[in-house]
């Protein structure tokens, strides 16, 4: 089946660095992806949507300066957290579409979990 | 999106069915019913999708009431590795975004 691999799996840095997570679809191209954060015993929650070769939209509530997402290909998303905080510790998760139309099911990578010390 | 309600846990005895049930009462008539279940420390995994009529594949089947205002997903023989969140979402034709609920904690009883 269609397989989404995210890298790190896992990223320990000191406050105010810049952390990049990177997000492939390995198998299928996918002109859309997603990007999710999940904190401890709570649902993923949506934070932007990619789209390939142009601007990622991003959920209310969501910093777009914070949170840049980069969709330079068909195969690779990145999420890259600028400046990050102990407050964007979280569980960070990437999704992709193998087809167009809401009857398609996504497919998720293992997700990247970020601690900032 | 409509709103999905689960309940927040579920226990099932190991090698038994498990029966997850999801209550969609505002459903529209082109959303279509989404599961997807999130084991711990990973991504969340597609488990089945329809629309109207009753789906079965190799991970699970999913029951679709006549009305369309509730399902069922349904694990005909629950392993340990079957222990996970498991999440009933809504999509909308033409709406590309899933939106996650708090799904029910399914907890498989060896």
């Known amino acids: 089946g269609a397989v989404v691999s995210q890298h790190p799996s896992w990223v320990i840095c000191k406050s105010g660095t810049s952390v990049k997570i990177e997000c492939r679809s390995l198998?299928?191209?996918?002109?859309?992806m997603f990007w999710y954060r999940q904190f401890p015993k709570q649902s993923l929650m949506l934070m932007a949507t990619?789209?390939?070769?142009?601007?990622?939209?991003?959920e209310q509530g969501v910093e777009k300066d914070k949170f840049l997402i980069n969709h330079a290909s068909l195969t690779l998303s990145t999420l890259t957290v600028t400046s990050a905080h102990p407050e964007d510790s979280s569980f960070y998760i990437c999704s992709a579409r193998t087809g167009a139309g809401s009857n398609q099911p996504q497919h998720f990578g293992d997700g990247t979990r970020l601690s900032i010390l | 999106d409509a709103k999905t309600t689960q309940p927040n846990s579920m226990e099932s005895n190991e090698e038994e069915p498990v029966h997850l049930p999801c209550n969609h009462s505002t459903i529209s008539g082109t959303d279509y019913i989404h599961w997807y279940r999130q084991l711990p420390s990973q991504g969340p995994e597609y488990v089945i999708h329809g629309l109207t009529s009753n789906v079965n594949n190799r991970m699970a089947s999913l029951a679709i009431a006549e009305d369309r205002k509730s399902s069922t997903l349904i694990l005909h023989r629950a392993t340990l590795r079957d222990a996970a969140v498991y999440y009933c979402i809504l999509r909308m034709v033409g709406n590309e975004k899933l939106t996650f609920g708090t799904g029910t904690r399914l907890t498989i009883i060896p």
């Open positions: 198998d299928f191209q996918a002109t859309t």
């Open positions: 990619s789209n390939e070769g142009s601007k990622a939209t991003y």
